[in-house]
Antibody
Framework: QVQLVQSGAEVKKPGASVRVSCKAS????????MHWVRQAPGQGLEWMGW????????NYAQDFQGRVTMTRDTSISTAYMELSSLRSDDTAVYYC?????????????WGQGTLVTVSS | DIQMTQSPSTLSASVGDRVTITCRAS??????LAWYQQKPGKAPKLLIY???SLESGVPSRFSGSGSGTEFTLTISSLQPDDFATYYC??????????FGPGTKVDIK
């Protein structure tokens, strides 16, 4: 069965960076784009971008251009999302999610979420 | 970018009620519309895709309809497990995809 297992909660200071991992199992990792979506406390869902695990190609949402970097390690079927220059309003749960049709942005499986808290 | 709106923002209903949530897109998106259910502390779950296709394993009391700019999610007979927040999402490949603001379904 398809599973996406994310790394644990993080607490960071403003200005720092955070890297969240997402380990995939139960399917061919390189066959499906991986998206990252975040959700601030009590708020809605915000798309951050995607990575093509096969080529490493990425597409970032405009709001995160210059601050987000998505990478992958195909040898361990893991995707990573790094967000830099953290601010208090980056406090959120960060989700990875698989794109069913690679580029369609239809998200059929989601990780459990990683809470990132930015606080001085 | 395409903007999505949902109504109502909150809906109070009882077990057994028929519930309808509306989602509108700022531009025509054909049928590239998905619905997700999210419970507190959990990740979203895909319910409906391509406006009206039921995801495998999702109960048949959920249905979706619409095309172009107006869409609906209907729960034919609300069950205790259905109290959650519902999000629509457009996934037109020519535009960054966006979610609606969500509709919370709570107990009347």
């Amino acid at each position: 069965q398809v599973q996406l297992v994310q790394s644990g909660a993080e607490v960071k200071k403003p200005g720092a960076s955070v890297r969240v991992s997402c380990k995939a199992s139960g399917y061919t990792f390189t066959g499906y784009y991986m998206h990252w979506v975040r959700q601030a406390p009590g708020q809605g869902l915000e798309w951050m971008g995607w990575i093509n695990p096969n080529s490493g190609g990425t597409n970032y949402a405009q709001d995160f251009q210059g601050r987000v970097t998505m990478t992958r390690d195909t040898s361990i079927s893991t995707a990573y999302m790094e967000l830099s220059s953290l601010r208090s309003d980056d406090t959120a749960v960060y989700y990875c999610a698989r794109d069913r049709y690679s580029g369609s942005s239809l998200l059929d499986y989601w990780g459990q979420g990683t809470l990132v808290t930015v606080s001085s | 970018d395409i903007q999505m709106t949902q109504s109502p923002s909150t809906l109070s209903a009882s077990v057994g009620d028929r519930v309808t949530i509306t989602c509108r897109a700022s531009q025509r998106i054909s049928s590239w519309l998905a619905w997700y259910q999210q419970k507190p502390g959990k990740a979203p779950k895909l319910l409906i895709y391509k406006a009206s296709s039921l995801e495998s394993g999702v109960p048949s009391r959920f249905s979706g309809s619409g095309s172009g700019t107006e869409f609906t999610l209907t729960i034919s007979s609300l069950q205790p497990d259905d109290f959650a927040t519902y999000y629509c999402q457009q996934y037109n490949s020519y535009s960054p995809f966006t979610f609606g603001p969500g509709t919370k379904v709570d107990i009347k």
